[in-house]
Structure formats: C-alpha cells, structure tokens
T-cell receptor, first 115, second 116 residues
Framework: AQSVAQPEDQVNVAEGNPLTVKCTYS??????LFWYVQYPNRGLQFLLK??????LVKGSYGFEAEFNKSQTSFHLKKPSALVSDSALYFC?????????????FGTGTQLKVEL | KAGVTQTPRYLIKTRGQQVTLSCSPI?????VSWYQQTPGQGLQFLFE???????NKGNFPGRFSGRQFSNSRSEMNVSTLELGDSALYLC???????????????FGSGTQLSVL
C-alpha cells in the first residue's frame, strides 16, 4: 500500500527564515507525490506535485519541493517564510490500488511563522 | 470559474439520524471524491465518482454511501449516525482528461458535521 509520513506535528519558524516541512513516502512503483495546504475553516489547496522529471518542483506561493528517491523523501521548502504561510500542510501520494484519482494523505504538519 | 461548492456548511444531528451532504464540482470536472477529516485520523478517503460511477472506495462501513448525477454533482449519505461520525467532510473535484492521470484535486470548504 502507498503511504506518506510527516514526522513533525508542528514546525515553528521566524518570518524571513527558510522553512522545511518534511515528508517521506513508501510506494511500490513510481511515486506520484503532492503537497496541499489548508487554512483555518477552509478546504485544501494544491501547492505542487511531482510526477516525473526534475527533482526540484516549483509550486504556488513561492513553495518548492525536493524529490529524493534514495531517501524516499519529498520535503516542502520555501526560502523566506511569511506570517501568512502559517497553515496546516499535507503531503499526499497517489494511491494506485483500485484505480481512479485517490490520494493517501499524511497526518499533516502545522506550520507557524512568527514575527 | 466557481469553485467546488459544498452544502450545508454546518450540520448538527443526533445519533441514529441520517444525513445527506451535497457537492457541486467545478464546471467541466467529472471526477468527485469525498474525504473525511478528523483531528485523530486525519484525512481519510471515502469514495470517488466519475461519470456517475463509483470507481474507488475507502474503508468505511456501508452506512456511508454516495452517488453522482449526470451533471456531475454528488451527494454523500450517512445513515444511522454515530458519535464518531463527527468530522469535516470534504469534497474534491478534478478534471480528468483522456489518458491523463494524477490530476490535482480542487477542494470545497467542507461540511462540518456534529453528531450529538
């Protein structure tokens, strides 16, 4: 079965500093990986995805993610954090069992950016 | 384009009742998925519909059911509600082009269901 793990429940970072939100995956076959963000009382918003190609994927709002096959990781990064980046971040993997467009999500990481 | 619309936004029910939640996908999107979000379990996949057919189902009891209409709008129903069904139910739609996979999901704001 496909799965992702987000080892940190919460990440705190000062505004202007770089941020990293960690994600590791376990899949059979090629991984199809996603990052989503959830603001309070809202649904999830797509940030970026990795299907194939360059290991560095650029996404919305200045975020990027680095795919590392040897470490089975797909960490989310941003060079300079903003207070408005504070939100709940989910890593997800396309679940290939049963067909369709099913995603399996990690448990989420709460990012808090402080002044 | 209008986003994914879920109604109602909030719902309070008592144990044993049933509930129907509605989702209108983005125009042109034929795939609609449902997820349950709880603080303890995170996001759990319920089911996905495409062109009125269920093409994937998660590990939920038969009390959870859904359907999709010819205009791609979808409903999910939960019968005989239990306290543990209290959650945020999220609907997501995606555009599935022929031969394409891994399309991103567009989520609605969800329906917050409280079971008392």
């Amino acid at each position: 079965a496909q799965s992702v793990a987000q080892p940190e429940d919460q990440v705190n970072v000062a505004e202007g500093n770089p941020l990293t939100v960690k994600c590791t995956y376990s899949v059979s076959g090629n991984p199809y990986l996603f990052w989503y963000v959830q603001y309070p009382n809202r649904g999830l918003q797509f940030l970026l995805k990795y299907i194939t190609g360059d290991n560095l994927v650029k996404g919305s709002y200045g975020f990027e993610a680095e795919f590392n096959k040897s470490q089975t990781s797909f960490h989310l990064k941003k060079p300079s954090a903003l207070v408005s980046d504070s939100a709940l971040y989910f890593c997800a993997v396309r679940d290939l069992t049963g067909g369709g467009n099913k995603l399996t999500f990690g448990t989420g990481t709460q990012l808090k950016v402080e002044l | 384009k209008a986003g994914v619309t879920q109604t109602p936004r909030y719902l309070i029910k008592t144990r044993g009742q049933q509930v129907t939640l509605s989702c209108s996908p983005i125009s042109g999107h034929r795939s609609v998925s449902w997820y349950q979000q709880t603080p303890g379990q995170g996001l759990q996949f319920l089911f996905e519909y495409f062109s009125e057919t269920q093409r994937n189902k998660g590990n939920f009891p038969g009390r959870f059911s859904g359907r999709q209409f010819s205009n791609s709008r979808s409903e999910m129903n939960v019968s005989t509600l239990e306290l543990g069904d209290s959650a945020l139910y999220l609907c997501a739609s995606s555009f599935v082009a022929r031969g394409s996979t891994n399309e991103k999901l567009f989520f609605g704001s969800g329906t917050q269901l409280s079971v008392l």
